[in-house]
């Protein structure tokens, strides 16, 4: 049985970087061909993707959060992470890693249904207020 579990601060400061950690049980997160991804959800709207790290170490961003968000790993404690810099109070939402399965020669380069993933962590609220 595969597990994620979001982790990090629940509360960030305006203009701050948020932080937060997913830590995978039963399964390796460089097994080929898991994509370990964010997805959020802010009050009251639906979920927005923000992006996937691949079982290879190379990571993509919805280009809605590009130029603000890095995804990166520590294969060796099989977790991923995800850092949202200069966050506004519009970044408080519900945080959730998932694993989703890609296989050889597919592109994945946007959203997809939330039936399309394999699993989910329980998710994370973070808020961000001063």
């Known amino acids: 049985q595969v597990q994620l579990q979001e982790s990090g601060p629940g509360l960030v400061k305006p203009s701050q970087t948020l932080s937060l950690t997913c830590t995978v049980a039963?399964?390796?997160?460089?097994?080929?061909?898991?994509?370990w991804s964010w997805i959020r959800q802010p009050p009251g709207k639906g979920m927005e993707w923000i992006g996937y790290i691949a079982f290879s170490g190379v990571p993509y961003y919805s280009p809605s959060f590009r130029s603000r968000t890095s995804i990166s790993r520590d294969a060796s404690k099989n977790q991923f992470t995800l850092q949202l810099s200069s966050v506004t109070p519009e970044d408080t939402a519900v945080y959730y890693c998932?694993?989703?399965?890609?296989?050889?020669?597919?592109?994945?380069?946007?959203?997809?249904?939330?039936?399309?993933?394999?699993?989910w962590g329980q998710g994370t609220q973070v808020d961000v207020s001063s």
């Open positions: 998932t694993r989703r399965t890609v296989h050889a020669g597919t592109q994945w380069d946007g959203p997809v249904s939330r039936n399309d993933y394999d699993y």
């Open positions: 039963g399964d390796s997160i460089t097994t080929p061909y898991y994509y």
